[in-house]
């Protein structure tokens, strides 16, 4: 059965800290894993990582691939308050998704 | 803007009664999909459409159906709603191949069945 599973499934951290959310799949025909950010409506595409290796970046956060290991990291350096949301991971299968269960972040200020 | 409009936002509704949820998008995508999102379980496909008058069930359709008579709409209907269909409902869309690249969700339904 394909699943994605994601660590912490919470965490709590003050502004200025560097966290890393962890995200590990087990997908037949694996073609990429994508991560969202959600606040308090609807997911947000962050990125899609498709190669090994390859960091994707975006300001203070970045992502990579190990389709060896069969997981990804989302790093988040200098958190600030807005960073607070549930991040997913998600893995496509068809025209279908297999959705992690999420990290909730919370950044105190 | 592009986006996917949902409505309602909010619903709370008995056991029993018959509703829809209105889901809209104004990109001409052909994949449309419904998803519900409960607490500790992620997101899970309801059901799903690669175009006008195709459907297809995803991981969780007991208790909805779904319709799509033309390519902006995606009507999810919950005929007999019963309570453990409370959840937060998603509305999603993208172009027809090129869903490795995300899909674009709506704001999403909070439903409540008592």
């Known amino acids: 059965e394909d699943k994605v599973v994601q660590s912490p499934l919470s965490l709590v951290v003050h502004e200025g800290d560097t966290v890393t959310l962890n995200c590990s799949y087990e997908?037949?025909?694996?073609?990429?894993l994508l991560w969202y950010k959600q606040e308090k409506k609807a997911p947000t595409f962050l990125f899609m990582l498709t190669s090994s290796g390859i960091e994707k970046k975006s300001g203070r956060l970045s992502s990579i691939l190990d389709k060896k290991e069969l997981f990804s990291i989302l790093n988040i350096t200098a958190t600030q308050t807005g960073d607070s949301a549930v991040y997913l991971c998600a893995v496509p299968y068809g025209q279908n998704f297999v959705f992690g269960p999420g990290t909730r972040l919370s950044v105190l200020p | 803007e592009a986006q996917v409009t949902q409505n309602p936002r909010y619903l709370i509704t008995v056991t029993g009664k018959k509703l829809t949820v209105t889901c809209s998008q104004n990109?001409?995508?052909?994949?449309m999909s419904w998803y519900r999102q409960d607490p500790g379980l992620g997101l899970r496909q309801i059901y799903y459409s690669m175009n006008v008058e195709v459907t297809d069930k995803g991981d969780v359709p007991e208790g909805y159906k779904v319709s799509r008579k033309e390519k902006r709409n995606f009507p999810l209907i919950l005929e007999s709603p019963s309570p453990n269909q409370t959840s937060l409902y998603f509305c999603?869309?993208?172009?027809?191949?090129?869903?490795?690249?995300?899909?674009?969700f709506g704001s999403g339904t909070r439903l409540t069945v008592v």
């Open positions: 990109m001409n995508h052909e994949y």
């Open positions: 997908v037949t025909n694996f073609r990429s």
């Open positions: 999603a869309s993208s172009t027809w191949g090129q869903a490795d690249y995300g899909y674009t």
